[in-house]
């Protein structure tokens, strides 16, 4: 397994590559990440296993779009097969990474009430608005720099693992050792990608939402809705096209044909 070092440009190169792919298929893309999304979603609705379900089920459903978008890529077909067949792959390695990946972010979350005493655990567990309610005037600030920071090494030991599990064959350790190593070798384009995903996804649409509501005030929701509906259905398949964009960069291809 060898990864390659990318320039830092690279990483504004990954989101408009993903918005290439994207334009391949438009209506498709979007209907397999609206099914990842509900599928996840209903399997938290279910009692006691659904976070852990959804959890483990979760790198398999990655793998699925990064087929996808592969698929995409070389003007393959792709269909709701393409997403759910992503967990036939080393489905045991798979399904590994994401209990794993959950029992972590609880072991951060759970490292966070030393500073805070536990009040943004019970915000992030609570059920309902009077369970936030009675937290939400908590300072979270320190507590979420901590999360924030531990998170980062988890993020980069997770964010190539699922593929190289699936597509490689790798164990549940070498896959998350290599994904580590490749982001870590690729700081600087990760840093870029990081910097282009927040104005495409939050600066820009916080913008265009403003300006929205300043020259509609009394149409809130309906302006709301104008920016939502794109996020969900270009914007968001994009990002994801655009995590395939990283891997193939670093691992793979190195051109989009």
Excluded at 151 to 171: E, I, N, T
Excluded at 174 to 195: D, E, I, T
Excluded at 230 to 249: E, G, K, N, Q
Aim: charged residues 10%.
């Amino acid at each position: 397994m060898r990864a390659q070092t990318v320039p830092s440009g690279a990483g504004w190169r990954w989101i408009a590559t993903g918005f290439v792919i994207f334009r391949r298929n438009p209506p498709m893309l979007a209907m397999l990440v609206v099914s990842y999304w509900l599928t996840v979603i209903f399997l938290n609705v279910l009692p006691i296993v659904g976070a852990l379900a959804a959890s483990m089920v979760i790198p398999g459903l990655s793998v699925g779009l990064m087929q996808a978008a592969r698929n995409l890529e070389r003007r393959q077909p792709i269909g709701l097969q393409t997403l759910y067949g992503g967990l036939k792959e080393n489905t045991k390695t798979l399904l590994a990474l994401g209990g794993l990946y959950l029992f972590c972010t609880l072991a951060i979350l759970g490292a966070s009430t030393v500073v805070d005493g536990g009040e943004l655990l019970r915000y992030m567990l609570a059920s309902n608005r009077v369970e936030r309610a009675a937290v939400e005037d908590s300072d979270f600030t320190l507590a979420a720099l901590v999360v924030m920071t531990l998170l980062v090494p988890v993020m980069m030991a997770y964010w190539f693992a699922p593929v190289l599990a699936a597509w490689h064959r790798l164990s549940l350790a070498k896959s998350l050792f290599f994904s580590f190593v490749a982001c870590w070798m690729n700081w600087r384009a990760f840093l870029a990608y990081s910097v282009g995903l927040l104005l495409v996804a939050g600066v820009l649409p916080g913008l265009l939402l403003g300006l929205l509501l300043i020259l509609f005030p009394g149409a809130q929701a309906f302006m709301t809705g104008i920016v939502i509906v794109p996020m969900a259905l270009i914007v968001a398949p994009a990002i994801f096209a655009s995590f395939y964009a990283s891997y193939r960069d670093i691992f793979g291809i190195s051109e989009i044909v």
